[in-house]
Structure formats: C-alpha cells, structure tokens
C-alpha cells in the first residue's frame, strides 16, 4: 500500500505522487507574529511536523518553507499597545515562537521568510494581476477581482452568495464585488508603508503567501498546509492569484487542513478569555504530553481540550516510558543464560514485525496517528507480557529481541514527534536536597558530587542493607522519606529500582 492524503480541493483521498521524485516541497502558513501563540495555534504546527516525520520515514527529503506575517493590522495594534514599534513587535514574538517551536520539540522549518523581506515580490505578482486584468486600482488601494477568476471558490466549495456570507468578507463601496479582496493597502497615518507604483502603501496578507511560496518552491508545489480556518478567505485567495498570475494550475497539488480546538466544547478566543498559552501549559505539562493529546485525533477532526485529557495522554506516555525503563533494567542487570531457546522469542519478534505493518498502514491512511499509536501501545504490551512471563530465567535470545523492541518503539514514536527515553529534566534543587538526605543518612558532611542517578543509587543500596540487616524500621523510612521527594521505589527480580512517576 502507498500513502492516501486527504486533499481538501478535490475533498478526497488521492494517491501522493509528487512533482519531483523523492522529495516533498511544502508550505505551511506561519503566525503573525503579534502575540504569544496559544495551544489551539499549536496544533498545526504538531501535525505538520508529524507529518514531514513519516515523509522522511518513507526515505523523502523534504523542504518545508514557514512563513511569518510580519506587517499586519494586529501588529500595528500591538505596537501602539505596548508603545514599541511595528519592527520590536515581530521581532518579539518571532522569537517567541521560535523558542516555543524548540520547546515543543518541533522541527524549524527549511526556510523561514518574512513578508517584509518579499515586498518586491509581492509589487511583482500584483503589477502582473494588474497587466492581466485581474485587479483593478482605486485611490492607492488594488483589489483582486474574484468574477475574473473562474475558478473561484474551488477550494472552499462555497458559491459566491455562501462565500459573501461569511463573517471575514469586509464590505466597501471601492470595492466592484464584495469578495474582492485587497492586494495592496493604501498607507494610513502612523502606519508602516512602502513605495509601490500605486502609492504608498503595505501588502494584503494573502499576496504574501502567493509570493514566498511560489519564490521558495515555484509552481505546483506538493503540499500546501494551514488551520481549517484558512480555507476561506487566505488559501481560496492565494489560489486565485497564483493561477491567475501565471495562467497555470494547479498551484498546489495537495491541499491539507487540520481541524480546530475548542477549549471545554468553547472556541478558544480572547473574547471568551480562555486562551491556553503554549509557554504556560508547557511549564506545567510535558510536550510529549500535548503531542500525544493531539495525535490520538485524527488531524482533520476537531478536538477538544480539557485538563484531564491531558492528564490521560500523560499517563499514555508514562505507559511507553515504564515499557522501556523494564527494557533496559532487564538489560542491565540481567543474566542471560547461553541457552539454545529459539522458540519463546517467536511471538515478541512477530509482534515486532506487525506493529511496524500495522503503523505504516495506518500512517499511509492520510496519516492515522489514532491508529498508529495504537499500534505502538500493543507492542509495549506484548513486551511486558514477555518480560513477566520470562524474567524469572532469561536466555541469550531475549536480550537481541528486547533490544529490538525497544528500538521499534523508540523509532515509531519518533516518527510521530515524541521524544521518549530523554534524561529527566530534574530541578536542581530536588538534587540538592536528595544529595542533603543522602548524607543524612550515611552521616557524613563531606560535600561529594554525585549526580542525580548516583545519590538516587545510593540511597537505594543503603536500603538494601538494611534490609539485609532486617532493620525493616530504616528501609522502610527510606522509601517513605524519596516518596515525599517525588520518587517511587519498586521491587524487582533483579533487585530494587527507583523512578519518578510522570503522571500525578
Ligand atoms: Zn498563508
């Protein structure tokens, strides 16, 4: 089977062949760069992400060009809010995203352009528009003329009288239709502006798009992304003015759109004042933990947002993590018996194989990521089953095969974005007071180094000893004295091992 993309022109799922052959040339609209974006905006981000992952997966190499709409009325608002100018405010916030991006674990795109840098490009696109006679000029502003354009409204499905209905269509009487949208803004006072031939003036935002995409990745590019709510007006407009520009289609080949967030069934939206920062809910939650919240919907549904929710999909990845933790304690400190016991390796090997069938079925699916992680989970499954039933003797075979179960997991959920089996990111104040308690109880004052993973050691071999001296009293107090440090201690055939619970 080969991969299906959903593409929203032709609103069905379509073989992906691309215009080069194995490379994928992409575009996503970036923000603008006004604000701090909340997690509703982060979702796009995360799927395209995903989504330029199983690309490379498949052996593509991709490019990816992001934009930021650096000129905008939101920025000029911004800058007179916050008495900085137009330029501090994007710069503000594109490094703001930036960091949010790295944060996030999100991958930067190839190409990062601004609107401001592509101006030329822009007055390129809409003298040419003008030439053509698809645009007019009236007093310094010039409007793209959508009844020239025939195949208006193509992306969006809507007729022209559903289009004129909706809520982002501004009305003037410049203007010849009420769909006609603007190319080039006419300066207004204490605004940012550039010379053009039709004035002073700044660019419309959908021109923007036309002209860094098709500047970056020329025409009929693979793949085209956004928010659903980009359809219409910005992505049925950037078609109009490319296809006119250049009288050729298509200008994109596959268009994909991912669905909303609504916060607790309502839209998140500062008017409703329930926006969710991404750099907030990070300082609380781990990005793992927002991906996997997201990638259990299918990207084109619309999703919504609760805390448990979150609560669940960390509890979800905790399940992966503690899967590779027995993997790697097993391999560790096991003892492997140089035993010829093929057999009982069979079925986890199997499983092996079909988790990665399972995967690619349901990625090359428009990018099943429900059934994707699915998959995954039964793998780690299947692994803990094994070790439950085999860890009591184990052979040399097992070793080779938990190995590979454990790379399979690592590896898929990779693909998706997730980063398991990082060193945790402890505060170093919780080192501190763990390093203070260890020298409690050893009754030393010297002030010796060890680092997280060494004190925790330490303390758990001074449990053993008391166990092994039967001073039930002192090791018990050992573990109630880590939990109150936020670390579990659990018991294994293999001896006793500490970690730190992810989800509370
Ligand atoms: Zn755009």
Redesign the pocket.
């Known amino acids: 089977m080969s991969l299906k993309i959903y593409n929203t022109l032709t609103r069905k799922k379509e073989d992906f062949i691309t215009r080069e052959k194995n490379q994928v040339q992409m575009y996503v ?1 970036g923000p603008t760069v006004y604000n701090f974006i909340h997690i509703g905006n982060a979702r796009c981000y995360i799927v395209f992400d995903m989504i330029k992952r199983y690309f490379r997966y498949l052996g593509y190499k991709v490019k990816c060009v992001q ?1 930021f709409t650096d000129v905008d009325d939101k920025i000029i608002n911004r800058s007179k809010e916050e008495g900085i100018s137009c330029e501090e405010v994007s710069e503000k916030y594109t490094r703001a995203f930036l960091e949010d991006m790295e944060n996030l674990g999100v991958e930067p795109a190839e190409v990062y352009p601004k609107a401001t840098e592509h101006i030329r490009e822009m007055q390129e696109i809409i003298a040419g528009l003008i030439n053509k006679g698809f645009a007019y000029v009236v007093d310094g502003d010039v409007y793209f003329e959508v009844d020239k354009f025939k195949g208006y409204g193509k992306l969006s499905g809507r007729t022209k009288e559903e289009m004129r209905a909706g809520e982002r269509v501004e009305v003037s009487e410049r203007k010849k239709n009420p769909l006609d949208f603007a190319l080039w803004k006419k300066a207004k006072e204490g605004e940012p502006w550039w010379d053009s031939p039709w004035g002073k003036g700044r660019p419309g935002w ?1 021109i ?2 036309s002209a860094m995409s098709l500047k970056y990745l020329g025409m009929g590019f693979d793949i085209h992304g ?1 928010g659903m709510d ?1 359809i219409f007006p ?2 049925e407009n ?1 078609i109009a003015q490319s296809e006119a520009y250049l009288s050729e289609e298509p200008f994109v080949r596959y268009w994909l759109h991912n669905g909303l967030l609504t916060f607790r069934e309502e839209k998140m939206a500062k008017s409703v004042g329930n926006i969710v920062l991404l750099r907030d809910l990070l300082k609380q939650w781990h990005p793992n933990a927002l991906k996997l919240f997201y990638l259990s919907t299918h990207y084109r549904s619309p999703i919504d947002f609760t805390f448990e929710k979150m609560v669940e999909a960390t509890k979800a990845w905790e399940r992966l993590e503690i899967t590779l933790d027995n993997i790697n304690f097993i391999l560790t400190r096991g003892r492997f018996e140089a035993l010829p016991e093929k057999e009982r390796t069979k079925g986890l090997e199997k499983a092996i194989k079909r988790t990665e069938d399972k995967f690619k079925k349901a990625m090359d699916d428009d990018f099943n990521t429900p059934r994707a992680l699915s998959a995954i989970f039964e793998l780690a499954r299947e692994v803990n089953t094994f070790i439950d039933e085999n860890q009591s003797r184990l052979v040399i075979e097992d070793k080779k095969v938990l190995k590979e179960a454990r790379d399979k997991i690592l590896n898929l959920s990779g693909v998706l974005g997730l980063k398991l089996m990082q060193p945790l990111s402890i505060l170093p104040d919780l080192v501190r007071k763990l390093r203070g308690y260890y020298l409690e109880l050893v009754g030393s004052e010297s002030e010796e180094s060890l680092n997280l993973e060494e004190v925790l050691d330490c303390i758990l071999s001074l449990r053993e000893e008391a166990r092994k001296e039967k001073d039930w009293e002192r090791a018990d107090q050992i573990r109630r004295r880590l939990k109150e440090f936020g670390v579990e201690i659990e018991d294994t055939p293999f001896g006793p091992r500490w970690r730190f619970p992810l989800a509370k």
């Open positions: 609209c934009n959908h923007e798009c956004g980009l910005h992505h950037e």
